[in-house]
């Protein structure tokens, strides 16, 4: 079998866990950033786990990631 290629913009956004969860950045946070909270904007900076529904799609775009 050939090696499957990873998708390289999935790549630049999502990264494993030592468990073999997908995390991700959260979105919102490059412009217009006067008019949110600083709370949320702080909130905005933690990476979060991918939601269960999609990491299955996910992990198939970064095989060896």
């Known amino acids: 079998m050939p090696k499957?290629?990873?998708n390289r913009g999935a790549?630049?956004?999502f990264r494993k866990t030592g468990t073999g969860k997908i995390?991700?950045?959260?979105?919102?946070t490059s412009h217009i950033l006067?008019?949110?909270?600083?709370k949320r904007k702080?909130?905005?900076?933690?990476a979060t786990l991918?939601?269960?529904a999609d990491a299955s799609n996910?992990?198939?775009?970064?095989?060896?990631?």
Request: aromatic share 6%.
């Open 4 to 6: 499957i290629k990873t």
């Open 23 to 28: 995390r991700r950045n959260k979105a919102f």
């Open 42 to 46: 702080r909130d905005l900076r933690q």
């Open 58 to 65: 996910i992990a198939r775009l970064i095989p060896y990631k």
């Open 50 to 52: 991918v939601a269960k």
């Open 11 to 13: 790549a630049k956004r």
């Open 34 to 38: 006067t008019k949110k909270s600083t």
